[in-house]
C-alpha cells in the first residue's frame, strides 16, 4: 500500500509576518510606558501613608523667593537671602499651594485663597509654591488677585516630583511641626480649605481628596 501523500504543514500563529509585527508593537508600548513612568519620578508615598491615616513627614525644600507679601515679620531675616526653606516655617501651620498663572482652574481658586489667609492670618501660614510659568506673568498674576501672602519658585518641577503632584492647582496642609495632614487634588473650595487648616492646627489627619477642575503638568 502507497503512503498518503504529506499534507502541508500550517504556520504557528506566533510565526505569521502581522501577528508578530502586533506583538513587537506591543512590546514597545509597554516599554514606553514603564520609561515613562520612571522618567517622571513621581512620588505617591504622601498620598499613600494619608491613606493609612499617617501623618509622614513633609518633603524639604529651599526655593527662590517670587512675592514676599505677608511674610510674618520672624520670617523676613529667613527671606532676606531671597530664597526661603520650609524648614525656617516650622513653629507655624503651613497651607502649601502649587500653581501657575497659565492655569485656569489656579485662577478660579486663587481669590478663596487670597481670602482664606485674610481671614486666618496669624494661625497658619499660607504658601504659593509657582512652577512651569514665567515670572512676569507669574508676578502679573499675584498683583491681579490681589495676592496676600508669599510665595516661592519651582524651576526645575523637583519639589513637585517630591510631593507627588502630578497637576495644577494641588494643595497640602502641613502642621506646625512640619507632617503631611491633608492634600487636595485640584482647585480647593473654602470648606476644603476650613477643614484642612483645622486638621493642620490639630495634628490629625484630613487626607487627600479630590478638588475641582486641574490640569495636567506640561
Not at 506583538?23 to 508615598?45: K, R
Not at 497658619?124 to 507669574?138: I, K, P, R, S, Y
Not at 516630583?161 to 485640584?186: K, M, S, Y
Request: net charge negative.
Amino acid at each position: 500500500m502507497s503512503a498518503a501523500p504529506e499534507q502541508p504543514r500550517a504556520k504557528s500563529p506566533l510565526r505569521r509576518p502581522g501577528v508578530i509585527a502586533a506583538l513587537l508593537l506591543v512590546a514597545a508600548f509597554v516599554a514606553l510606558l514603564a520609561y515613562g513612568l520612571a522618567a517622571s519620578g513621581v512620588d505617591d508615598d504622601l498620598d499613600v501613608a494619608l491613606g493609612r491615616g499617617e501623618t509622614p513627614p513633609a518633603p524639604g525644600f529651599e526655593l527662590p523667593v517670587l512675592a514676599g507679601t505677608g511674610l510674618p515679620e520672624r520670617l523676613r531675616p529667613a527671606a532676606a537671602d531671597g530664597r526661603l526653606s520650609l524648614g525656617e516655617l516650622r513653629g507655624t501651620p503651613v497651607v502649601l499651594n502649587f500653581w501657575a498663572s497659565w492655569c485656569p482652574p489656579c485662577r478660579t481658586e486663587a481669590p478663596v485663597l487670597v481670602e482664606q489667609a485674610r481671614e486666618h492670618e496669624g494661625e497658619v501660614l499660607f504658601l504659593g509654591l509657582n512652577m512651569q510659568d514665567l515670572t512676569g506673568e507669574a508676578r502679573a498674576f499675584l498683583d491681579e488677585v490681589g495676592n496676600t501672602y508669599p510665595h516661592v519658585r519651582d524651576d526645575d518641577d523637583g519639589v513637585a516630583r517630591a510631593w507627588g503632584a502630578t497637576g495644577l492647582p494641588e494643595t497640602f496642609f502641613i502642621t506646625a511641626d512640619g507632617r503631611v495632614v491633608g492634600h487636595v487634588i485640584g482647585a480647593v473650595d473654602a470648606e476644603q480649605l476650613e477643614e484642612g487648616i483645622a486638621a493642620a492646627r490639630r495634628g490629625r489627619v484630613s487626607g487627600a481628596e479630590e478638588g475641582g477642575e486641574r490640569r495636567d503638568l506640561r
